[in-house]
Nanobody, 125 residues
Framework: QLRLVESGGGLVQPGGSLRLSCVGSGFSLDNYAIGWFRQAPGKEREGVSCASIRAGSENYADFVKGRFTISRDSAKNTVYLQINNVKSEDAGVYYC??????????????????WGQGTQVAVSS
């Protein structure tokens, strides 16, 4: 059974950093495009970043460029999302998701078939 599990969320101060993890089981993340999404209370889920691993391509939402970095560890079947210089608007539940591989992934929710349960990020000083 294909499964994604996120972790690494928590309380972070503005300007701080954290790294979210997405661990896959039942399949190899290398064979899929992996996306990160977030959802703030009362708002729609929005795409943050994605990586089409075999194609070697990455994509970022404009509002996170320069602060977020997606990466992977194939040996651990894990994709990470590094968040630096955290801002208050980064708060929300972060989800990872998997879609069939494409040359260039898009961070659009409808493109993704498998979702994790999410990890909460709170921002407060």
């Amino acid at each position: 059974q294909l499964r994604l599990v996120e972790s690494g969320g928590g309380l972070v101060q503005p300007g701080g950093s954290l790294r979210l993890s997405c661990v896959g089981s039942g399949f190899s993340l290398d064979n899929y495009a992996i996306g990160w999404f977030r959802q703030a209370p009362g708002k729609e889920r929005e795409g943050v970043s994605c990586a089409s691993i075999r194609a070697g391509s990455e994509n970022y939402a404009d509002f996170v460029k320069g602060r977020f970095t997606i990466s992977r560890d194939s040996a651990k079947n894990t994709v990470y999302l590094q968040i630096n210089n955290v801002k208050s608007e980064d708060a929300g539940v972060y989800y990872c998701a998997a879609s069939p591989p494409v040359p260039r992934c898009l961070i659009i929710t409808r493109d993704y078939d498998y979702w994790g349960q999410g990890t909460q990020v709170a921002v407060s000083s």
